[in-house]
């Protein structure tokens, strides 16, 4: 238990559908992160969040949506995804200071199947 | 952007052997982190290390940041030590860049 929770944790969708992955962590951190983790390559970040406002976009495709209504939720909304979307997709939140970024600490990942 | 190798890509042990797991980074980080990803895909933070070296249990590392590398030291492995281990370095207050991992298996 990393304080970090994702729901769901696996989802099949077809490529018309639109749906919502939601991410909450229970550690009062102030940033929060989304990454996409796809077979045989390294974690690629997608989103961070820094008190609510997002900081960056790592040049995702715009069928991603994202949004932190609080310092502590983050979804990422899905429409019109595509077959090499399926991932696992990982939320992580750590706590930024004047002294810079510390530990991140992840949530479970939602593995994502789109047929 | 800056570039994060890890070595050896594989590696098969005996319960009960030790190993070196190594991450070499291309510039100067503000932030090193090692992970353990589990079967299920579970990121587990091992060590935040900039610089310095660290023990946790069976588990140490060390990070020379002039020399721009981590070492990642697990003695007396067990069978749940077996998962993905990862190095991400951070050139800025919070980006993380990931290596590509070290898959580790352990067998009894």
């Known amino acids: 238990e990393t304080g970090v929770t994702q729901t769901p944790r696996h989802l099949v969708m077809g490529m018309t559908n639109k749906k919502s992955l939601k991410c909450e962590q229970h550690?009062?951190?102030?940033?929060m992160y989304w990454y996409k983790q796809s077979a045989k390559k390294p974690l690629e970040l997608m989103f961070v969040?820094?008190?609510?406002?997002?900081?960056e976009n790592n040049s995702v495709p715009s069928r991603f949506s994202p949004e932190c209504p609080n310092s502590s939720h983050l979804f990422l909304h899905l429409h019109t995804l595509q077959p090499e979307d399926s991932a696992l997709y990982l939320c992580?939140?750590?706590?930024?200071?004047?002294?810079?970024?510390?530990?991140?600490?992840f949530g479970p990942g939602t593995r994502l199947l789109v047929l | 952007g800056i570039q994060v190798e890890q070595s050896p890509p594989d590696l098969i042990l005996q319960e009960g052997a030790n190993s070196t797991l190594r991450c070499n980074f291309s510039?100067?980080?503000?932030?090193l982190q090692w992970f353990h990803q589990n079967p299920w895909g579970q990121l587990i933070n091992l060590f935040y290390?900039?610089?310095g070296t660290k023990q946790n249990g069976r588990l140490s590392a060390t990070t020379v940041a002039t020399e721009r590398y981590s070492l990642l030291y697990i003695s007396s492995s067990q069978t749940t030590d077996s998962g993905v281990y990862f190095c991400?370095?951070?050139?800025?207050?919070?980006?993380?860049?990931f290596g590509k991992g070290t898959l580790l298996t352990v067998n009894p």
């Open positions: 510039d100067s980080v503000n932030n």
């Open positions: 992580a939140s750590s706590q930024l200071t004047s002294g810079g970024a510390k530990t991140q600490y």
């Open positions: 550690l009062g951190h102030n940033a």
């Open positions: 991400a370095v951070g050139e800025s207050n919070y980006k993380l860049t």
């Open positions: 290390i900039p610089s």
């Open positions: 969040y820094n008190f609510k406002e997002q900081t």
